[in-house]
């Protein structure tokens, strides 16, 4: 586990949710001893359904299903016959697909639709070299492989209804001398692939799609398009918008679409991510997911999963981000699973803070439409955590909010510097004496997933067993790489502290700071509002 610069590990919400715009359903772990390992990366279908391989503790290997409430075998057997070494694909009708090795080494591509195994292809017979499918919703299953003989090259197939279908082939003589292993197929059986053109674009590597014969292209690595290289792996979606990662001539890496006209860059590493992985996720509902690696330089937290290129706003979570009660992300292991609901299935592995419990699992990602969605328009006003009704509660006013997104914000009292260490990050946490206010911290997480300019933010906090004169109680702000103090009005009566931020991050309730501290804070001001006075104040406290 990486050394967290700043806010380093973010926010779990209530309900087990991470990311404030997210909700997560643990699928399967290793809690119960059922299973010992997950080796390979989940895939998820419409229903939420997820497909995975996993070893049993009992010396077996298998294909599985499972939604969080159930878990159904769909191929099961010895380690010692057989292997996995791809992850499983499954469609919105429940289908799996998968590669499976026997012990002789052949590799075979398994269809199953709920009625039973179908080889699909078999390295022990008409092809050789056999490799990792993939699967439309009809039932189309895309795969490359190669066939015995000395003119042999490696190819691109698809198998439906028990008919195999050569797409593309590669050879001398073929205008591509190399295809990728994996060619993804949407669900107008178009093939998103990579391949290695023949004369007269000798050795030009590129991105292509097609049914078979012609071919679009995408975009080649020849120095001319800016890329030097291009993943492996594109994914294209139902409207035929392929996408894939790539690294640039000037060394950044990033994730790009296009459909055979001008590319779009979706994110890349001039961003605050400092690596973006190469597996990415493309729903035909447009959201794209991927793992990456934020920059130390910039105070966005550390790696993880996320959906755009804010790294606090389009989180979906985070290594030390707290996933179930008492346990904390150590590790994810993203595959690009993502349906087109945007619900993500990723690998995690998880601890206690003693560290005496470890455990390793797949989980459901689910966004929460719950958050308030805001358009674009002016002075919009929302209420988050019950109102100002609510301890923790929040109202947020938005002066002008520039590019639609939900908002949300989270409410967490850790009771100790450790704790609050888990929500803030170390360094956060070394920066300033926050002076505990009160028996418990008091710290409020806001998210918004569009743009905005000014927000006025009122808070409701707790007063009970106060430690502190409560007229000396401020909100401050983690912005910048520092606490702040922006200029802000308590109200003693109502436990309301109201400020204006133009951008979102943690928010801590603390003591005014010492004038020594206060240049370096940039505090503001400071305005006691007095409604009644000191007497009628405990009276109406009472």
Known sequence: MKTLPVVAVMFSAVCHAVAANYSFTNIVDDADGAFSSFSTVASVNASGMVAFSANGSGGTVGIYKGNGSSTNAMFQGSQASYTLPFSPVINDGGAVAYLRSDLGGNNNVIYDSGLGPTVVASGGGAFINVNQPMLNDGGTVSFGASTPGPDSGFNLYTWSGGVTTARYYSSAESTFIGLSTVASVNNNGVLGFNGTLGPPESQVNGLFFGTGGAHTTITLANGGTGFSFLSSFPTINKSGVVLFHATSTNGKTGIYSGNGGPLTTYVDTTSPYASIHANTGFSDGGTIAFYASTDSLFDYGPDGIFIGPNPTADRVISIGDELFPGLFVTSLNYGGAINEHGQIAFNYTVENLAH??????????????????????????????????????????????????????????PTNSADLALRIGETALNEVDFGLATPSYQVWQLEFSGTFSDAALVFHYDDAGLLADESQLVIRHYTGGQWTVPNQTIDTVNNTITLVANSFSPFILSNVPEPSSAALLALGGVVLLRRQSSRDRRRAKQ
């Open 356 to 413: 005496t419990v470890t455990r390793h699992g797949i989980a459901l990602a689910t966004p929460d439409s719950s958050a308030p969605l805001l358009n674009s328009s002016f002075a919009q006003m929302v209420t988050v955590g019950g109102g100002l009704a609510t301890i923790g509660g929040l109202q947020a006013t938005f002066d002008t909010v520039n590019d639609p997104g939900r908002f949300s914000a989270d409410f967490f009292r």
